[in-house]
């Protein structure tokens, strides 16, 4: 149907000024969130900062300085934070430039590509197959225009629009070709929240943000309780003045608040988008990270994702008794009548060249990835088709391609019918002219690509609307072992369409709403699914999918769905995404663990002095070096190495299985060396307290830091020197004169320390057994060292033209 109204011929340079000066202009959201001042202020100004800072001036009453410098923890965690999301904001504004669709403007001054921001009211903005509409707005030209509007209304068919209907944005065009006014821009349009939404720096509702969360709640409920009494029991029951009553105080509830653990999360993340950002890929919602570590099924579409975009017409094998001028000239005048060809009809255009004088249509039949043709039907020449021969052919046509179609070539069927081509029974019997095949060429990077997916035990389903026998073809060229390919026309319902996706992994003529079931289907059985896809017909997929991963080159419709964006087309680039996934969610996971353990014991070791009612044997500045190297430097490091360990459900409690028991047995390790030194008149003088500080200290520390060699196992050299560099700096500290001073310790009381070393080993082996018995009883895999794992494929130039040339 095509259909239009009085369309002029777009605003004047003075009509957009016009609108821009009255504000009329199409607004949009900052890309990545929030601003520098928000992103500086939610930095600064949190809940551990303030924690921090209100302890911070109690101590510094005290005059004692040098037990404030647990106060830099508020410099750190707030620049730390601020320049890792700035990093992350500059790298999504850049990659969202490249990657943001640039819709077709037609103006006075003709038709021109600009950015969604400069769009105004009243302009008049082009539609092809594959465009999102960016802005709501009223036909007033439309050439058999079909919207989708799926992602708007839940309505799977597309909707037909004529002159004088509205679109709204979200909404994209699958079919034929059209024009609309933008009515509404900016705020007022649904596109500025798909937008402002698609390319947001936050860590939204995630397993993981939910499980630190928890995390976070039960820290609480310890934190309260045991903080309050504490403070009781130093400031009435040890007899101690006010200042070291306050100095103690703070140093039992400043190693509880686990500072470090949202700022190293938030940092993971942050470094996460930048180094994908380095590989050309945009992360368009932050949480897509955490998807990336949980993928089990990889849906991949063939065409654009396996093969390039581009194609050439290999042979037309004529079907029927027409000569050979006479089928070229029915597939250029085909390729003419369509104002937007797509890339099969473009690459037969460049193969048949222009017509000499064109054909008079009538009627036209846009393609669709549902009906898998189109048609036009001419005032003198009649209906012509072209589509795909097992749809529009006989069975001696539909065998032919199929011979074809095995080799991995993609055939379509053009054919002559007598019914014209926008009635509703069409396009009814079709007399098969001819045999047109396309090549296509397989990505070079495709075959590692699979075999990586193979290694780390990722399953790939390739779906694709081709023919069966091609597809399959395809990827056996490409090394997948996927057993036979299935005919998806013949899955009619879910319950079929569930069991075969289960038990197969080839499809062919799959339509967009069977690779949405898919989709469906594998999440039902539990697993978490990413689907890659660059047209029009694979939207609705990537839409549902737990992960959307779209080309840069495909339709801006895809592109604004999925949650990750393939700039540079490359399909190899997705293992390091992967890999970067697991990295980010693996290291969070591994990081948990100390901070966990660090505030179990510092809550049960307050708990039990409040208990027996002494004075805390620690203040501030021996709890801030405490966490130096036994938390804040290696939970650093490691939240930045590599990890290729797909993440799995059950965040909270892997962590708690660790976590609890060793802070546990920490806090009980020092508490009994700290009654074993403690002389029986009490720690008044100065010089006994400190002794019996580094002495009770000397076993925390090595019972903590065997809880750092626990968690940074698997063994790489790197670890290894972690470990011996974290007790190596305690060994500094506490057999230098100069550290000795001036973190306040005594280690001259050789029996004192002779226990505390020894409480330390032991509390050391019980970390170590709980390790086992974890393993045993959970049934978890314990390795010292780490074997060879599967890296991402790295390029290789040779290998990479061998593979072109073949």
Known sequence: MTSTTAASAGLSPEDVAARVARGEVNTLPPRSGRTVGEIVRANVFTRINAILAVLLVIVLATGSWINGAFGLLIIANSAIGIIQELRAKRTLDSLAVLGEARPLVRRSTGEARVARDEIVLDDLIVLTPGDQVVVDGEIVEADYLEVDESLLTGESDP?????GEAVLSGSFAVSGAGVYRATKVGADAYAAQLVAEASRFTLVRSELQGGINRILRFITWLLIPVGIATVIVQLLYTGSDWRQAVLRMAGALVPMVPEGLILLTSMAFALGVVRLGKRQCLVQELPA??????????????????????MRCGDIVALADVDAPRIRAALAQLAAADPHPNASLQAIAEEVGEPASLWTPQARAPFTSAKKWSGVTFAEQGSWVLGAPDVLGDAAAAARAEQIAVTGLRVLLLGRTAVPVDAGD??????????????????????????????????????????????AAVTGALGLDAGPPVDARGLTSPERLGEAVTTHSVFGRVSPQQKRGMVHALQAEG???????????????????????????????????????????????LPHVVAEGRRVIGNIERVANLFLTKTVYS??????V?????????????????????????????????????ARPGFVQRVMRLGLPAGTIVAAATFTTYLLVLPPTGTADELVRE????????????????????????????RVALVAASFGA?????????????????????PMMAVGLLCGLVGAALVELTWWVRGWVFGERHTFWRTREPDAPAPNPRRDEDARAA
Not at 290 to 299: K, N, Q, S, Y
Not at 603 to 608: D, T
Not at 612 to 620: A, K, M, N, S, Y
Not at 730 to 750: E, G, K, P, V
């Open 159 to 163: 909707e037909p629009k004529g002159a």
């Open 289 to 310: 990270l955490e998807g990336l570590a949980r993928v089990d099924v990889v849906c991949a579409d063939k065409t654009g994702t396996l093969t390039e975009n581009g």
């Open 426 to 471: 069409a396009p009814g019997a079709v007399d098969a002219v001819a045999l047109v095949v396309l090549e296509q060429r397989v990505r070079p990077d495709a075959a590692q690509t699979l075999a990586y997916f193979a290694e780390q035990g990722v399953d790939v389903k390739v779906i694709s609307g081709d023919n069966a026998g091609s597809v």
């Open 527 to 573: 697993h978490t699914v990413a689907m890659t896809g660059d047209g029009v017909n694979d939207v609705l997929a990537l839409k549902d999918a737990d992960l959307g991963v779209a080309m840069g080159s495909g339709s801006s419709a895809t592109r604004s769905v999925a949650k990750i964006v393939l700039l540079d087309d490359r399909f190899a680039t």
């Open 603 to 608: 809550a049960v070791l307050a708990l039990l």
């Open 610 to 646: 409040v208990l027996w009612r002494l004075p805390f044997p620690f203040q501030p500045i021996h709890v801030t070096i405490t966490g130096w190297f036994t938390i804040g430097i290696p939970a650093f490091l490691l939240s930045l190495a590599p990890n290729h360990e797909r």
């Open 691 to 718: 002794q019996v500080a580094a002495a009770t200290l000397s076993c925390l520390i090595i019972a903590a830091t065997w809880v750092l060699a626990v968690v940074a196992r698997p063994y790489e050299w790197w």
């Open 730 to 750: 305690y060994a500094l500290i506490f057999l230098n004169a100069t550290t000795q001073h001036l973190f306040l310790l005594d280690t001259s009381n050789r």
